[in-house]
């Protein structure tokens, strides 16, 4: 079975912090995802990698950079984070057109 | 823009009460249709991929069915814990990200 292992579940964190989200996957994926999911809105694409060094930007990437050093680990940064920024945090992998499988997410709280 | 709308967003039922859940989209060139369930602070999880009308996947109690317009996720005889969020998403040709719907909420009373 393929999993993806999000470091924290709960995340506490001040407005102004560099926040580190970190995801590791375990079946040599080469496609990683970030998304946030938010009551009404469903979830939302950040960044994805579909390569090591390799980056996209997705529909919502302002505030957040990613970085995908090894294969199978991707992170999330939030520059300088705001309020606007809790949220519930979902990595995901994938390999080419398979269906994308999903951490359990970190809930991060902004204060 | 791709874009995918789920209804209803709620659905009340009786155990062995069957219903069906309805996903529409409209996609540039669909690659694949994605439906997850979704439990209170998890992750989705992968039910089903379909990728053509005409289309259909069972698994349990669960059966997924789609058209050129949407993609229906029926549930026959439902027990308490088929409760969770489900949640659909399309796939564009050409592109690797997923677009969700906002899920529909679905609850069985024993």
């Known amino acids: 079975d393929v999993k993806v292992t999000q470091s924290s579940r709960y995340l506490v964190k001040r407005t102004g912090e560099k926040v580190f989200l970190e995801c590791v996957q375990d079946?040599?994926?080469?496609?990683m995802f970030w998304y946030r999911q938010d009551p009404g809105l469903g979830l939302r694409l950040i960044y994805f990698?579909?390569?090591?060094?390799?980056?996209e930007k997705g529909d919502i990437p302002e505030g957040y950079s990613v970085s995908r050093e090894k294969k199978e680990r991707f992170s999330l940064i939030l520059e300088s984070a705001s309020t606007s920024q809790t949220s519930m945090y979902l990595c995901?992998?994938?390999?080419?057109?398979?269906?994308?499988?999903f951490g359990d997410g970190t809930r991060l709280s902004i204060l | 823009e791709d874009q995918v709308t789920q209804s209803p967003e709620a659905l009340r039922l009786q155990e062995g009460e069957s219903s069906s859940l309805n996903c529409s989209y409209t996609?540039?060139?669909?690659?694949?249709l994605f439906w997850y369930r979704q439990d209170p602070g998890k992750g989705p999880e992968f039910l089903f991929t379909?990728?053509?009308a005409g289309e259909e996947k069972e698994k349990e109690r669960l059966k997924a069915t789609l058209t050129k317009k949407e993609s229906f996720l029926h549930i026959t005889a439902p027990k308490p814990e088929d409760s969770a969020t489900y949640l659909c998403?399309?796939?564009?040709?050409?592109?690797?990200?997923?677009?969700f719907g906002t899920g529909t909420r679905l609850l069985v009373s024993p």
């Open positions: 996609v540039s060139g669909l690659r694949g």
């Open positions: 998403a399309v796939q564009a040709r050409g592109f690797q990200k997923l677009v």
């Open positions: 379909l990728y053509s």
């Open positions: 990698s579909y390569d090591v060094k390799m980056k």
């Open positions: 995901a992998s994938g390999l080419g057109t398979e269906p994308q499988h």
């Open positions: 079946m040599d994926h080469e496609n």
